[in-house]
């Protein structure tokens, strides 16, 4: 039973109420004493005479009463909150100014970028005269004829290849089967020949330099159209988030926040924080950790948040978003993924590049994978940094300035992605109908049309980005890219579209049908083996013929052709080596032994989980073309160990393909069998494959032996660093239950909300249903779905606020202790 003495309730219910305020000592003893004077006759009433002591002390008579009692609530630990909401008219609620700038809005309208069926080639159907007519660039020229000898490498070495794969088969091409055979083939070596041109001009440019890399001090390439943009350039820092890490994703604002404001120029940035996220417990996290940040960094008015009721198109829809509410106030904005990390030396030169370049509309960073400590992340993270410089330079040499844009990590001009890239919804039913999912090339094709540059400076350092940690997380995200993937195909005869783009919608669509494309090689190569080995040989195919036709198998022709897409596949990341020791950089990757061995871990691991992925991405080729729709659901971003159960569920159908498949070849045509062998061996063991390379520990192991190190990890960029350490110092979060009990995080959330709801009688009642049962019961009476109504009403947050601390102190103790703040991180052996 509670204390039946109702001064000893009084007094522990304002006790309790201000230790939950940043207030100070002699505050605090006013306030108490005050309420305590006035002799309130009960817990309610005490509440309501703190609340209007509160309101007092705050003042700002301008404000409306219920903001005026929020900030009361909020003064004392966010003071420059007030002060940035003062700084502008409160038209939808003091805190909603003090989050989100004033509104400058400009229109965005979608652009008609898809044609008909009927209209599938070029010469077919009409041309859309609305359409705007792409600007001829001034590198033209030489794209197109860098362009023209890729294609040409690319087109007669796959027609040799697979011209000399057919003297192999038993009948040199001339069965339907065989036809195939040869047709997948050539697809096959025309994509890794694509790769191979693609990494070997990448060490050219790397080697020799780049005469067209955009840059500051001068423009790239021919005289600009345009002079050089004067004067500082305010620019939007925007993170778009989805039920991300709320700890780690505002650890790596801080410190990128930090980083620039160590340049000088932090008066030429804004942050914003876009969040799509829709769970309470992620809701109220967001919310505290902006609020808490901007305390940190004294960045009220200079870091804002806000959140979507409405997940509209996704993160392209939440960029349009912000593009149409507050575009209009900036030159540039910088995109960031929420496990992006970039220094301000790279952020302040991505503006300096644009003002020295007026017609470039976009330019993308090539971001280096960090942080992670599983197996294969740390591989992942070794490859990119071995390999992914001397790839991205030679995409920028074939494409210049129709280059890609990966979404993120890349500084984009507002006007015209505003008045060209806005995305429509592709009509009609199934996975290639709706929304763009794949949005980021399809944005860069659409600036290039509209005559604007989109570049790649791959020679910048400081850009980086976290990779999934296991494989079942990267094969997830793997769907959903595929799906938007697949989307290009009908892009890919849009009007006026540069044809580098078309290149780039094909490359994407490929990225994942090559894999479907490699498994019908397999499987029909396994055919035809098995057919030869239980029909009858004809000698005499051609009728009246007097002398048999031997067979004929030519083994070293086999090898060699084998030898050759090794050399392919391989001699990349033997010049990514070559690279780091012709320049003397072996030591940042623990020295040339080291760095051999770990590239000899990374071909080993890739050549095992390239089956693995074969079939997974086969998987999602067919479920997306027979209208699978896929779920966009939040990234797993953290290292987490893989349960072997969970492997087995994954990879079960996988592995007893491989077994039926390898029994199938050892009865009939054994010979046939080991040249097999590589593709079903990782299959079969595909479970201990997944569950190895999620480890953290032996991604550790790695490390401490100075294999898969990359020079990040020797000598911590200070961003990184600063990440690692405010992980490891940051509090719990807060949840849906210190929403309701906390005077602070109630009164920032409800304030947040902006003006009271107009709701219908029904709702209104629905809703106060839901906040009794909440009080009566506890937190977890309510489902995901009851608390998220809950939270999007300022109303009911205030009175169950006010309800809960009118009971004993048990009650509000009680929701706390039922629903603790999850941890912020999980314990971590990794230390940069």
């Given at each position: ?159 040799g ?19 195939f055979?040869?047709?997948a ?13 693609t ?14 890399l ?16 004067e ?92 593009c ?8 540039y904005?910088i ?31 090539p ?37 890609h844009?990966?979404g ?9 992605f ?5 995305l ?110 239980v ?168 490390r ?19 990440v ?5 110092g940051?509090?719990?979060e ?5 929403a ?5 995080i ?12 107009s709701?219908?009688?029904a ?26 109504r ?23 103790q ?19």
């Amino acid at each position: 039973m509670s204390d039946t003495n109702p001064a000893a309730e009084v007094t522990q219910a304002i006790d309790g109420y201000l230790s939950h305020l940043d207030l100070a000592d002699d505050k605090r003893r006013r306030l108490r004493a005050r309420v305590l004077d006035a002799q309130p006759g009960d817990r309610r009433a005490a509440l309501d005479l703190l609340h209007a002591e509160l309101e007092n002390a705050y003042g700002q008579p301008e404000l409306e009463a219920d903001d005026r009692a929020l900030m009361g609530r909020l003064h004392d630990s966010y003071p420059d909150m007030g002060q940035a909401s003062q700084t502008r008219a409160p038209t939808a609620g003091a805190l909603r100014t003090a989050a989100m700038p004033p509104l400058n809005r400009w229109p965005m309208s979608p652009a008609d970028i898809d044609r008909r069926p009927w209209r599938i080639l070029p010469w077919l159907g009409r041309g859309s005269n609305a359409l705007p007519k792409s600007v001829p660039s001034r590198l033209k020229g030489v794209v197109r004829w860098r362009q023209t000898l890729l294609a040409l490498m690319v087109a007669f070495p796959a027609a040799g290849a697979a011209a000399y794969m057919a003297t192999v088969l038993p009948h040199r091409g001339a069965t339907v089967l065989e036809a195939f055979i040869l047709g997948a083939a050539f697809l096959l070596f025309a994509w890794i020949l694509v790769g191979f041109w693609t990494a070997l001009s990448g060490f050219f440019v790397l080697w020799r330099g780049d005469r067209y890399l955009v840059r500051s001090d001068a423009p790239s390439g021919p005289p600009p159209r345009k002079p050089p943009v004067e004067g500082a350039a305010r620019t939007a820092i925007v993170m778009p988030i989805y039920e991300e890490d709320v700890t780690r994703t505002f650890a790596g604002l801080r410190a990128i926040y930090e980083s620039v404001q160590a340049t000088g120029r932090l008066d030429e940035f804004d942050f914003f924080v876009l969040s799509d996220s829709v769970k309470p417990d992620t809701v109220i996290a967001e919310e505290n950790a902006w609020a808490e940040t901007c305390r940190t960094l004294d960045a009220f008015g200079g870091l804002f948040y806000r959140r979507r009721r409405a997940r509209v198109k996704r993160k392209s829809g939440n960029l349009a978003d912000f593009c149409r509410r507050w575009g209009g106030h900036y030159r540039y904005m910088i995109v960031l993924d929420a496990d992006s990390i970039m220094a301000g030396d790279t952020l302040t030169a991505l503006v300096d590049r644009m003002q020295a370049n007026p017609g470039v509309g976009l330019i993308q960073t090539p971001p280096t994978a960090v942080n992670r400590d599983s197996v294969l992340a740390r591989v992942q993270q070794f490859a990119t940094r071995v390999y992914g410089r001397m790839f991205a330079a030679g995409l920028h040499f074939w494409h210049l300035d129709n280059a890609h844009y990966w979404g993120h990590n890349a500084i984009i001009r507002i006007e015209p992605f505003m008045a060209h890239c806005a995305l429509p919804r592709l009509p009609g039913r199934g996975a290639l109908s709706g929304d763009i999912l794949s949005h980021d090339f399809v944005e860069a094709a659409l600036m290039r049309r509209a005559g604007w540059g989109v570049f790649i400076a791959y020679d910048l350092p400081g850009s980086y980005e976290e990779v999934p940690p296991t494989l079942l997380d990267e094969l997830g995200r793997d769907r959903r890219w595929c799906q938007g993937n697949i989307q290009h195909i009908r892009l890919l005869f849009s009007d006026n579209l540069a044809p580098a783009h078309r290149a780039l919608f094909a490359n994407g669509v490929m990225a994942y049908t090559s894999a479907a494309i490699w498994f019908i090689f397999l499987l029909l190569s396994s055919t035809e083996a098995v057919l030869e080995a239980v029909r009858t040989p004809d000698y005499f195919p051609v009728a009246g013929a007097l002398f048999p036709a031997w067979p004929v198998w030519q083994p070293i022709w086999a090898v060699s052709l084998f030898v050759a897409t090794l050399v392919v596949l391989f001699l990349p990341k033997i010049l990514g080596v070559v690279m780091i020791v012709a320049k003397r950089k072996q030591r940042e990757f623990g020295g040339v032994g080291n760095l051999v061995a770990s590239t000899l871990i990374e071909i080993l691991l890739t050549s095992l989980l390239a089956p693995i992925r074969m079939l997974a991405h086969t998987r999602f080729v067919f479920t997306t073309l027979i209208g699978k729709q896929v779920k966009w659901n939040a990234q797993q971003r953290a290292d987490a160990q893989v349960p072997w159960s969970r492997a087995l569920r994954f990879h079960i159908w996988g592995m007893l393909l491989a077994l039926g498949w390898g029994a199938l070849l050892l009865w009939y045509t054994p010979g046939f069998a080991p040249w097999l062998a590589p593709i079903l061996v990782p299959l079969l063991i595909a479970p201990a494959i997944t569950v190895l390379t999620a480890r953290a520990d032996l991604g550790i192991w790695l490390r401490r032996h100075d294999l898969q190190l990359i020079p990040e990890e020797r000598h911590a960029p200070p961003e990184l660093a600063r990440v690692v350490e405010l992980e490891a110092g940051a509090p719990a979060e807060a949840g849906f239950a210190q929403a309701v009990v906390d005077p602070v995080i109630n009164a920032l959330h409800t304030g947040m909300q902006g003006r009271d709801r107009s709701l219908t009688a029904a709702i209104a009642e629905y809703r106060q249903l839901l906040a009794e049962r909440a009080l009566d019961n506890g937190p977890d009476v309510l489902d995901t779905d009851e608390q998220r109504r809950l939270l999007a009403d300022p109303q009911r947050m205030r009175w169950l606020h006010r309800e809960v601390w009118a009971q004993a102190p048990s009650a509000w103790q009680g929701w706390l202790a039922e629903r603790p703040a999850a941890a912020s991180t999980q314990e971590s052996p990794r230390a940069v």
